[in-house]
């Protein structure tokens, strides 16, 4: 098989190299085009371009797979938890125990803010989404460390140190977050807590009584933040690739992955899907005339948590949340009509040949919302949640351009459509 391609243009063939992936995933590698035809390429969405070449996450969505550094996400679900899937896929292997330790030892170490931080929050009005005040703040945390003011690209002796602080504050500011939402006090995290029995507590208790952790309320949550660890070269992903490619600190290009993940499309979509079943409950319907609409283009809808970029056979990710969904509910004792009504648009979706022709699948959005409420999550921190979990896989990609030498600024072309040459006309000329 040939390693090369080739392309005509203007009566002149170029030879363009071609790559291959250790998954047998092959690319054009189009680096030299413009140099050598004056062509670019034109790929509306990216669907059809690789931005880099990555070792992190792995998807083949004909199949429905999706690995963390070569293992299943199934066996990661079932076996591991949060934290240790994050040191996976920030540093490439499962930790031993003195590595998980000392990472275990840097999160805690990490997880107060500077307490001057506490009046930035105070600026934002109640009722403020969450989501903004955490890209915010965590920009905002930049300016409280020297380090990070003085981010020095590829050479950071304390990036352990920084991965920990981000992925520890990053809960810390979420939960606080929350409570300025709400107008209630912010609440310290404790020494003795794990990370996602802490985030419950920051959450929930009171300066006078401490909130019930439940173990099974602390293992869906910690799923929740696992399975959506990383999905390699998404929109929120590709971001702080991006900003991280102009050598901006690793806080920084993190905060704008925040706001990118932000989008009802993106991360929003589980926030969407429970307010479109809420609505869906409210008039009556039991799914059937939203179905109906989702498939009308005029409608002005769409099946929330439905569809993907890459998926398109099953997200694993939404059939272990679905079961988990299950399992969670039947153990909080909890019966939801939405999660009835979720069920019932799955069904008939899955049957609908407007849904199955365009390879329409739910994704990790459709349940996870379900279970989030079922836990007392506010719907409006769904996204944050979502934010927390992906923390370590925009690390990891941040990390994997710092490490690459040959790293350059990301700057993709156009191709320009608007007015050729036009003068400038005085003001009292114009029309
Ligand atoms: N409900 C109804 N129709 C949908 C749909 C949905 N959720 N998702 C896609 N479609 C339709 C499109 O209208 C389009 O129809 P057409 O071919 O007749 O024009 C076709 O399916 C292809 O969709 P397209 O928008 O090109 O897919 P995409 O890859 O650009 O977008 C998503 C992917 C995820 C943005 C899209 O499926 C979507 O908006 N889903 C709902 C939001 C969501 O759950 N996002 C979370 C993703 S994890």
Redesign the pocket.
């Known amino acids: 098989m040939s390693n090369e391609a080739k392309l005509e243009l203007d009566g002149k063939v170029f030879t363009l190299p071609t790559v291959e992936g250790s998954e047998g995933e092959k690319a054009v590698d189009v680096s030299s085009l413009r140099a050598n035809t004056n062509y670019i390429t034109l790929d509306d ?1 990216y669907g059809n371009t690789g931005s880099c070449i990555s070792k992190v996450t792995f998807i083949d969505g004909d199949k429905g797979v999706l690995r963390y550094r070569g293992i299943p996400i199934e066996e990661m679900a079932e076996k591991s938890n949060f934290i240790e899937t994050a040191f996976l896929i920030i540093y490439g292997d499962l930790p031993n125990r003195p590595q998980l330790k000392k990472f275990s030892n840097l999160l805690t170490a990490n997880q107060f803010l500077h307490e001057d931080m506490k009046f930035h929050f105070e600026g934002f009005p109640t009722g403020a989404h969450p989501m903004a005040i955490l890209s915010a703040m965590i920009n905002a945390a930049s300016c409280f460390d020297e380090g990070l003011m003085n981010w020095k690209w590829g050479k950071n002796t304390e990036f352990d140190v920084y991965v920990a602080r981000l992925i520890s504050q990053v809960r810390t500011i979420a939960a606080y977050s929350y409570r300025k939402s709400k107008g209630l006090p912010l609440i310290y995290p404790k020494q003795n807590y794990k990370y996602t029995a802490n985030f419950l507590h920051m959450m929930f208790s009171m300066p006078y009584e401490d909130f019930e952790i439940k173990p099974e309320v602390v293992k869906a949550l910690d799923l929740i933040f696992l399975l959506h660890a990383d999905h390699e070269q998404n929109c929120s992903t590709s971001t702080v690739r991006m900003v991280a490619s102009s050598q901006a600190n690793l806080f920084a290009s993190c905060a704008a992955g925040v706001c990118a993940l932000w989008g009802p ?2 991360g929003g ?1 589980n926030q969407a899907v429970l307010e479109m079943l809420e609505d869906i409950h409210r008039s009556g319907d039991d799914g059937s005339k939203f179905i109906t609409a ?2 009308d ?1 005029n409608s002005g809808k ?8 890459v998926y398109k056979n099953h997200d694993p990710r939404a059939t272990i949340i679905k079961k988990a969904c299950d399992d969670v509910l039947a153990k909080l004792n909890i019966s939801d009509p939405l999660l009835d009504i979720a069920k019932k648009l799955e069904e008939a979706a899955l049957k609908d040949s407007y849904f199955v022709e ?1 390879k ?1 699948y739910p ?3 459709f349940y996870s919302g379900i279970i989030m409420r079922a836990i007392g999550i506010p719907m409006e921190m769904f996204t944050v949640i979502f934010a927390i979990g992906r923390m370590p896989g925009w690390i990891a990609n941040y990390k994997e351009i710092m490490d690459e030498p040959k790293s350059r600024i990301y700057r993709p072309r156009q191709i320009y459509t608007g007015r050729t040459i036009n003068n400038y006309v005085p003001l009292e000329a114009r029309k």
Request: overall charge positive; glycine content about 16%; proline content about 0%.
């Open positions: 969405g499309l993106h979509a989702a498939k283009k769409k099946l929330m948590g439905f569809g993907h970029r365009r329409l994704n990790v959005d």
